[in-house]
T-cell receptor
Framework: DQQVKQNSPSLSVQEGRISILNCDYTNSMFDYFLWYKKYPAEGPTFLISISSIKDKNEDGRFTVFLNKSAKHLSLHIVPSQPGDSAVYFCAAIPPSNTGNQFYFGTGTSLTVIP | SQTIHQWPATLVQPVGSPLSLECTVEGTSNPNLYWYRQAAGRGLQLLFYSVGIGQISSEVPQNLSASRPQDRQFILSSKKLLLSDSGFYLC??????????????FGSGTRLTVV
């Protein structure tokens, strides 16, 4: 049962424009969310996170928005750059997590067109 | 600084053959260690995690096993590979016990193809 879903397997965006990657989750008890970026043949790297007590977290060109009532989060990349082309995974952490379980989405492949 | 090493990078193995993937972490002690698999068209699936030497928890039933013979060494094994074991295997560790602050740090992954 997929508790974290990324319904768009791929996304293409023109360089300089905004990229919006979406993620939905089913468990309202999740209290921490993360985004990872993954290049081919490499491990995912941590990008940005957000706690459930916030609705927005910004780090440079990357902003994550959380809508708890809709159980939805999104990652905005502005402006998009060709180097941002990668697979992006969202992940959710359940409450009282002991580090043994992150729930990952299936990933969205972003292509930024020069 | 902390680093994580995972090898081999790619592996092609026949069905029924054994498997051993190794992961080591440097620059930290008593890390939480994880094995994930990314299968084609699917997300990252947690296979095993370990909070200490000899302590292994399995998240999904499978013909794989994991061992942690040393504090910073995590091994993924199989006695007989199946075709369905093909995928991209990732080792990871977390800085803090909950993983909430920094998430995981992943290794570079192993592309396993079972033929």
């Amino acid at each position: 049962d997929q508790q974290v879903k990324q319904n768009s397997p791929s996304l293409s965006v023109q360089e300089g424009r905004i990229s919006i990657l979406n993620c939905d989750y089913t468990n309202s008890m999740f209290d921490y969310f993360l985004w990872y970026k993954k290049y081919p043949a490499e491990g995912p790297t941590f990008l940005i996170s957000i706690s459930s007590i916030k609705d927005k977290n910004e780090d440079g060109r990357f902003t994550v928005f959380l809508n708890k009532s809709a159980k939805h989060l999104s990652l905005h990349i502005v402006p998009s750059q060709p180097g941002d082309s990668a697979v992006y995974f969202c992940a959710a952490i359940p409450p009282s997590n002991t580090g043994n379980q992150f729930y990952f989405g299936t990933g969205t492949s972003l292509t930024v067109i020069p | 600084s902390q680093t994580i090493h995972q090898w081999p990078a790619t592996l092609v193995q026949p069905v029924g053959s054994p498997l051993s993937l190794e992961c080591t972490v440097e620059g930290t002690s008593n890390p939480n260690l994880y094995w994930y698999r990314q299968a084609a068209g699917r997300g990252l699936q947690l296979l095993f995690y370990s909070v200490g030497i000899g302590q292994i928890s399995s998240e999904v039933p499978q013909n794989l096993s994991a061992s942690r013979p040393q504090d910073r060494q995590f091994i993924l094994s199989s006695k007989k590979l199946l075709l369905s074991d093909s995928g991209f295997y990732l080792c990871a560790w977390s800085v803090d016990p909950t993983g909430a602050n920094y998430g995981y740090t992943f290794g570079s992954g192993t592309r396993l193809t079972v033929v």
